[in-house]
């Protein structure tokens, strides 16, 4: 709102000083709403209140900074800023569009052989803002949690990386990478005959032959699965902890035995089977490498 126009100078004279002197004090500007008190637009047209906007969960009240008794705005006053203001709410929705989902159409008119379809249209835009909205909100919790989980799966890859033995190996992928990984319980399992392999390594299990394929299947690579499995004896001593947990199958070539990777958390759902597995893989394979390399096997 432009600040009002000076009043024309009249004549030098006692009168034109007095004049002068009732323009200046008029034209004091107000506090509340930055505009001149006389009342007065360029156009000599009545200065219009500001309509302020009300904090967010707080009724829709509009204060008058005019400063009336009441502080609140009669329609009319409301009617004659929006007539002056024209832009107003192309600009304001334009700059706020989720103020459409709040705003109430006028009811439609009715009447002969014809029959208004605005409400029903505005109602229809508004769910489908609402939706579009919700799924907005959702793809980029999403894309957050991805972010999160790939910085996770990056650090772990870094930490077998740096391991200066192969006991040193196994120790961070059965201790450090449950912390890494923000889960409760990693193993890494061997299938073997108990009677050829003995293993006293902490986080190391061994499952007897095929049970690797029982769990997975014969092509699978990756199981996540919201609720495990009552008796998860892939995770030893701690599988009565585990609510939910992720399978990871390892091959490692040169004759040694097929292995798995398996990771469990203690809260259900945690792992989901609509979750992508490209990471999980990723480590997975990383895993493998360190193995054959510390291992001397040869590569698949």
């Known amino acids: 709102m432009s600040e009002p126009q000076d009043s024309k100078a009249a004549p030098a004279s006692a009168k034109a000083g007095a004049a002068q002197t009732g323009a200046a ?23 219009r209140p500001q ?12 204060v008058a900074s ?5 502080g609140r705005l009669e329609p009319q006053a409301v009617a004659d800023w929006l007539a002056g203001n024209p832009d107003f709410l192309a600009e304001f929705l334009a700059a706020q569009p989720e103020l459409l989902r709040q705003i109430r159409p006028p009811a439609g008119h009715e009447g002969g052989n014809v029959v208004d379809f605005q ?24 894309s957050r949690q991805n972010a999160s989980t790939q910085r996770q799966v990056h650090d772990a890859v870094l930490a077998l990386l740096s391991a200066a033995s192969f ?16 889960v409760d319980l ?23 032959p095929g049970s690797i394929d029982t769990l997975l299947g014969p092509e699978r690579r990756i199981l996540l699965r919201a609720q495990a499995a009552q008796q998860a004896v892939m995770f030893g001593p701690g599988a009565r902890l585990v609510r939910s947990d992720a399978l990871v199958r390892l091959t490692f070539g040169g004759g040694a035995p097929p292995g798995l990777f398996a990771f469990g958390a203690r809260e259900p759902g945690r792992f989901d089977a609509g979750q992508g597995t490209e990471l999980l893989s990723f480590l997975g ?16």
């Not at 005019?66 to 009441?70: K, V």
């Not at 006991?167 to 923000?182: G, Q, Y």
């Open 167 to 182: 006991e040193h190996l196994i120790h961070i992928a059965t201790a450090d990478l449950a912390s890494i990984l923000d």
């Open 51 to 62: 309509l302020p906007i009300p904090p967010e969960g707080e009724p829709a009240v509009l």
């Open 285 to 300: 394979g990383v895993m493998e490498r360190c193995v054959q390399a510390w291992l001397d096997l040869p590569r698949l």
């Open 66 to 70: 005019a400063g009336d008794a009441a």
């Open 119 to 142: 409400s029903f249209m505005i109602d229809r835009l508004q769910t489908d803002i609402g939706r579009l909205t919700r799924t907005k909100d959702q793809v980029i919790a999403a």
């Open 25 to 47: 004090e008029g034209q004091k500007a107000d506090p509340a709403s930055g505009a001149a008190s006389n009342g007065a637009d360029p156009e000599g047209a009545p200065a």
């Open 186 to 208: 990693v193993t890494i399992c061997l299938e073997s005959d108990l009677s050829q392999l003995q293993v006293e390594t902490p986080g190391v299990v061994t499952l007897p």
